[in-house]
């Protein structure tokens, strides 16, 4: 079975700096999609980047990038130039190709301070 | 945009009724999922629905039903609601078979059961 894991309940950051939000997960496939979704305070869950795991290119979104290394099957979120906007649960996840289904992470809540 | 809603924002039942929370999707998506969250344990499948009538049991499916009439909607019923199951409970859609396309969550329902 799948296993995601994000290690950091907790994280904050000064406005306009970078943070780094960490993600390993545990698979014998080979062929796999990762995600990371944000969830604000009180609102929706939307997606903020995906990476398919035979692209060996990081993933990159504007300010949000992806270091993904298979072999090490880490999957971390960089956020750069860290804005007030970016405060929320943050969930790294898993989905096996032809399953449709996620397997989220316990997430990491990231504060941003003025 | 895709637009997944919940019936409720919030709710609160007593030990012991029924409870339906409701998930309405407008973009003809095959697969429709009911989640819940709970704080350090991240998203928790419960059931999942690929077709109308279809359903398969998550990870946590106990003192859980649902059912799909039709394609846009999946409920979700406790059969005799119980205070472990007070939680946030989310639902989400996607097209069968594209990955790409992740899933989509509507806003949420905060569930309080005394």
């Known amino acids: 079975a799948q296993t995601v894991t994000q290690s950091q309940p907790e994280m904050s950051v000064q406005e306009a700096e970078t943070v780094t939000l960490s993600c390993t997960y545990d698979t014998s496939e080979n062929n796999y999609y990762l995600f990371w979704y944000k969830q604000p305070p009180s609102r929706q869950m939307i997606l903020v980047i995906r990476q398919e795991a035979y692209k060996q290119q990081n993933a990159t979104e504007n300010r949000f990038s992806v270091n993904f290394q298979k072999a090490a099957k880490s999957f971390s979120l960089k956020i750069s130039d860290s804005q007030l906007g970016d405060t929320a649960m943050y969930f790294c996840a898993f989905m096996k190709l032809g399953t449709d289904k996620l397997i989220f992470g316990t997430g990491t809540r990231l504060q941003v301070f003025p | 945009d895709v637009k997944v809603t919940q019936s409720s924002r919030y709710l609160v039942k007593r030990t012991g009724e029924k409870v339906f929370l409701e998930c309405v999707q407008d973009m003809d998506h095959e697969n429709m999922f009911w989640y819940r969250q709970d704080p350090g344990l991240g998203l928790r499948l419960i059931y999942f629905?690929?077709?109308?009538?279809?359903?398969e049991k998550g990870d946590i499916p106990e003192g859980y039903s649902v059912s799909r009439e039709k394609k846009e909607r999946f409920s979700l019923i406790l059969e005799s609601a119980s205070t472990n199951q007070t939680s946030m409970y989310l639902c989400a859609s996607n097209p069968t078979g594209a990955p790409q396309e992740t899933q989509y969550f509507g806003p949420g329902t905060r569930l309080l059961v005394l």
């Open positions: 629905s690929y077709d109308v009538k279809m359903k």
